[in-house]
């Protein structure tokens, strides 16, 4: 079993940058893929970005890439999610996941962190 937990949210201006940390129990953190999912009032989860299990590769929603990077790093079991040029529209409740592969769906993933709060105001 894995328990993730996420940090780095806060209340920053349209433009700024955020980096996110989710910070993976257990000795098995290399054996999932991740994936950050966001969730906006009012709206279903949906996916940003998933890494494999070796960081090789990396997907991402069409409207965070080049925006957003998302890396890892075994040796400390976490994941991270950099966000740059954030807009108002980017405003969620983030969430990181482990899963047995990558995928876009939230029902790929077995492992959910309790989110963090990323409010961005224009």
């Known amino acids: 079993q894995v328990q993730l937990v996420e940090s780095g949210g806060g209340l920053v201006q349209a433009g700024a940058s955020l980096r996110l940390s989710c910070a993976a129990s257990g000795h098995t953190f290399s054996s999932y893929a991740m994936g950050w999912f966001r969730q906006a009032p009012g709206k279903e989860r949906e996916f940003v970005t998933t890494?494999?299990?070796?960081?090789?590769?990396?997907y991402y929603a069409a409207s965070m890439k080049g925006r957003f990077t998302v890396s890892r790093d075994n040796a400390k079991n976490t994941v991270y999610l950099q966000m740059n040029s954030l807009r108002p529209e980017d405003t969620a409740v983030y969430y990181c996941?482990?899963?047995?592969?990558?995928?876009?769906?939230?029902?790929?993933?077995?492992?959910w962190g309790q989110g963090t709060q990323v409010t961005v105001s224009s």
């Open positions: 890494i494999s299990t070796s960081g090789g590769t990396t």
């Open positions: 996941a482990a899963g047995f592969r990558l995928g876009t769906m939230t029902r790929e993933y077995t492992y």
